[in-house]
């Protein structure tokens, strides 16, 4: 079975700073990985995805994460963060064949201080 | 851009009352989803539908709940009788057909309440 953990539950920053959440992930076999960001009142979104190729994926918003496979990890980072980046933030992961069904982290609230 | 659509956004039940939430998938899609986020915790698959059949389920999913394509469009999810904790965020989503790699396209969700 997958799992993923999501080690920062909530994260203050202040506006310009850097920002690194981290995501790792329990699984035997060739993963999916994806980072959703869901705004106040709004709907999951995708932020980026990984399914093969360059390790460093760019997304939406300036956001990038890093595929580490020997440490099983795929944390996610931006330079330098704005007010309206004050979401919470989801890794999930899925097999690369067979089940399509997500596995969730359990989430990183992002409060970004003006 | 397509986008998944749910309603209601909010749900009011009694408990023991049988709900049924709706959702629009992106009209190409083929692979459909309902998801919940009990407050606090982390979100939670609980069935995936193609072709009109349940092709993967959680052990949450339990005979208290069925999921329906009724009519080509709308893709249903219906607990027949809520209990306390049944109260989540429950999200739709769908995604296409276009090969393995693919994401996951969510609807803002359906806030339900049971009392």
């Known amino acids: 079975a997958q799992s993923v953990s999501q080690h920062n539950h909530h994260v203050i920053l202040s506006e310009a700073a850097s920002l690194e959440l981290g995501c790792n992930y329990s699984?035997?076999?060739?993963?999916?990985l994806f980072w959703y960001v869901q705004y106040p009142g709004q709907h999951l979104q995708l932020l980026l995805k990984y399914f093969s190729g360059d390790p460093l994926v760019k997304g939406i918003k300036g956001f990038e994460a890093e595929f580490i496979k020997s440490k099983f990890s795929f944390n996610l980072r931006k330079p330098s963060v704005q007010w309206s980046d004050t979401a919470e933030y989801f890794c999930?992961?899925?097999?690369?064949?067979?089940?399509?069904?997500?596995?969730f982290g359990s989430g990183t609230r992002l409060q970004v201080q003006p | 851009e397509p986008e998944v659509t749910q309603t209601p956004s909010h749900q009011v039940t009694q408990m023991g009352q049988e709900v049924i939430l709706r959702c629009v998938p992106i009209s190409n899609h083929l692979y459909f989803y309902w998801y919940r986020q009990i407050l606090g915790q982390k979100v939670e698959f609980l069935v995936s539908?193609?072709?009109?059949?349940?092709?993967?389920k959680s052990e949450i999913f339990d005979d208290q709940f069925s999921v329906e394509r009724p009519d080509g469009s709308n893709f249903t999810l219906k607990i027949r009788s809520t209990k306390l904790e049944d109260s989540a965020m429950y999200f739709c989503?769908?995604?296409?057909?276009?090969?393995?790699?693919?994401?996951?396209?969510f609807g803002q969700g359906t806030r339900l309440t049971v009392v």
């Open positions: 989503a769908s995604t296409s057909m276009e090969g393995l790699n693919t994401e996951a396209f």
């Open positions: 539908f193609y072709n009109n059949e349940i092709s993967e």
């Open positions: 699984y035997g076999g060739t993963v999916n």
């Open positions: 999930a992961v899925n097999a690369a064949t067979g089940r399509r069904a997500l596995t």
